[in-house]
């Protein structure tokens, strides 16, 4: 039970990675707000765990302060932001429209950086904090993605920066940058390619050392590792979680 009394809050918790996520921290002992853009997913996922949701628009800076507001309010405390929200928006750069660029930014730079910047505020009065953003081995570079791989990109460099403006605070920040994942997200790119999913989970497959793509479970073992008080002396670092170097 390493997080009991811990109060934790994930967004885009009602799917995916930070579905898992939360279910990881709350089977750890955690109290976890699941917060989405909508409210039905968020409350399926923290319903179970007997946690809080909380419908917000991470791009939205009244939305983002009402929800760390209200979870520090309901819970007491905030010790854990897993910033998970975020969409993908592909295509070639020739063919990629203004709104492709501002919504895949916006969601995934713009809505960590509020997050965080809400967050900090009851993590430094308390003296702790952990903070995991999530990246993806697509900062390295990919095609048809030059929106998302900027955004992730620039999260591990938001990282790196905030942990050494919080590091004297005790807060800890750092990024997860997952290779192939199962999610939706995967399935709306085998859409959008054409391939059937599961011949698109094999051809990835073929390309990772380990032979098998990742699960949400995979990740959110790292970012509970992250989260811990194992990892207290690790901050401003990107973890690859891709099943290979």
Same mark, same amino acid.
């Given at each position: 039970?390493?997080?009991?009394?811990?109060?934790? $809050?994930?967004?885009?918790?009602?799917? &995916?990675?930070?579905?898992?996520?939360?279910?990881?921290?709350? =089977?750890?002992?955690?109290?976890?707000?699941?917060?989405?853009?909508?409210?039905?997913?968020?409350? =399926?996922?923290?319903?179970?765990? @007997? &946690?809080?949701?909380?419908?917000?628009?991470?791009?939205?800076?009244?939305?983002?302060?009402?929800?760390? !507001?209200?979870?520090? @309010? =309901?819970?007491?405390?905030?010790?854990?932001?897993?910033?998970?929200?975020? *969409?993908?928006?592909? %295509?070639?750069?020739?063919?990629?429209?203004?709104?492709?660029?501002? #919504?895949?930014?916006?969601?995934? #730079? @713009?809505?960590?950086?509020?997050?965080?910047?809400?967050?900090?505020?009851?993590?430094?009065?308390?003296? /702790? &904090?952990?903070?995991?953003?999530?990246?993806?081995?697509?900062?390295?570079? +990919?095609?048809?993605?030059?929106? /998302?791989?900027?955004?992730?990109?620039?999260?591990?460099?938001?990282?790196?920066?905030?942990?050494? =403006? $919080?590091?004297?605070?005790?807060? +800890?920040? %750092?990024?997860?940058?997952?290779?192939?994942? !199962?999610?939706?997200?995967?399935?709306?790119?085998?859409?959008?390619?054409?391939?059937?999913?599961?011949?698109? @989970? *094999?051809?990835?497959?073929?390309?990772?050392? $380990?032979?098998?793509?990742?699960?949400?479970?995979?990740?959110?073992?790292?970012?509970?590792? $992250?989260?811990?008080?194992?990892?207290?002396?690790?901050?401003?670092?990107?973890? /690859?979680?891709?099943?290979?170097?």
């Amino acid at each position: 039970m390493r997080f009991q009394d811990r109060v934790v $809050l994930v967004t885009g918790g009602g799917r &995916g990675i930070g579905a898992a996520t939360a279910e990881r921290f709350a =089977e750890e002992g955690a109290r976890v707000v699941v917060s989405d853009m909508d409210v039905g997913p968020a409350e =399926e996922v923290a319903r179970p765990l @007997k &946690g809080l949701a909380i419908a917000c628009d991470v791009t939205d800076r009244g939305q983002v302060e009402s929800m760390v !507001e209200r979870t520090v @309010k =309901e819970l007491g405390r905030l010790d854990v932001l897993v910033c998970c929200a975020g *969409i993908i928006r592909d %295509n070639m750069l020739f063919k990629m429209t203004d709104d492709d660029w501002d #919504l895949v930014i916006d969601t995934h #730079l @713009k809505g960590t950086f509020l997050s965080a910047r809400a967050a900090q505020r009851p993590m430094v009065e308390q003296k /702790y &904090g952990k903070m995991v953003f999530l990246s993806s081995t697509s900062a390295l570079g +990919n095609r048809g993605q030059t929106n /998302y791989s900027t955004a992730k990109a620039g999260l591990q460099g938001m990282a790196r920066t905030l942990a050494i =403006e $919080l590091g004297p605070f005790n807060v +800890n920040v %750092n990024s997860v940058a997952p290779g192939f994942v !199962e999610t939706r997200m995967t399935r709306a790119t085998a859409e959008r390619m054409g391939v059937d999913f599961e011949a698109f @989970k *094999i051809g990835a497959a073929s390309q990772i050392p $380990l032979r098998r793509v990742g699960q949400p479970e995979d990740i959110a073992s790292v970012i509970a590792f $992250l989260c811990s008080e194992e990892s207290s002396f690790i901050s401003g670092q990107t973890i /690859y979680v891709r099943g290979g170097p």
